[in-house]
């Protein structure tokens, strides 16, 4: 099975900051890669899919980057309301969700 | 719009059965793969089983095969989870999820299954 490996767990970023979180995948997966937030309490939202394809209507500080084994989601100019969860998930070989990444506001 | 409503959760002693639902509306259900997933407390998120849209291919995680079975009522629009064997390591908040291509890009919001005697 392919494993996922995302950093880091917590952040905390000021408001206007730029921000990455990484998914590190155990082989390749061929930019078979999706990113989402998850907000308390809410279901999560599909921010970034095929690596770096922003979603309809995703703001465009949302961007992502990456193939072979590794991923990054950057956030260009925190928002309040991008605090949340961030997780990866690999459609390559099965399913594997990243452990996910608390986002907060310093 | 796009939406999918999970229930049938509660709590279940282990080794019990339950069965969940997700209602889906805004589309097309019977054109589109779906999902459960599911997240225990204080862990990550874990992909559970997968059916695609005409109930022709069917996928289970490691960790629930051969206790759990997705199943679908294209005219009813419901994505089912049956559970069977259930354990405490089964607690969780279960999610359904719509298809699209690889990844999922409508969730629920999430039905909560605990196991416990």
């Known amino acids: 099975d392919i494993q996922m490996t995302q950093s880091p767990a917590f952040l905390s970023a000021s408001l206007g900051e730029t921000v990455s979180i990484e998914c590190l995948a155990s082989e390749d997966i061929y930019s078979y890669l999706a990113w989402y937030q998850q907000k308390p309490g809410k279901s999560p939202q599909l921010l970034i899919y095929a690596a770096n394809r922003l979603q309809d209507g995703v703001p465009s500080r949302f961007s992502g980057s990456g193939s072979g084994t590794q991923y990054l989601l950057k956030i260009s100019g925190m928002q309040p309301e991008d605090e949340g969860d961030y997780f990866c998930l690999q459609g390559s070989k099965w399913l594997t969700l990243g452990s996910g990444t608390k986002l907060e506001i310093k | 719009e796009v939406q999918l409503v999970e229930s049938g959760g509660g709590v279940v002693q282990p080794g019990g059965s339950l069965k969940l639902s997700c209602l889906a509306s805004?589309?097309?259900?019977?054109?589109?793969?779906m999902n459960w997933i599911r997240r225990a407390p204080g862990k990550g998120l874990e992909w559970v089983a997968s059916?695609?849209?005409?109930?022709?291919?069917?996928y289970y995680g490691d960790t629930v095969k051969g206790r759990f079975t997705i199943s679908r009522d294209n005219g009813k629009n419901t994505l089912y989870l049956q559970m069977t064997s259930l354990k405490s390591e089964d607690t969780a908040l279960y999610y359904c999820?719509?298809?699209?291509?690889?990844?999922?890009?409508?969730w629920g919001q999430g039905v909560m299954v605990s196991v416990s005697s």
């Open positions: 999820a719509k298809t699209l291509s690889y990844y999922f890009d409508y």
């Open positions: 805004g589309f097309s259900f019977s054109n589109y793969g």
């Open positions: 059916i695609s849209s005409s109930s022709t291919y069917i």
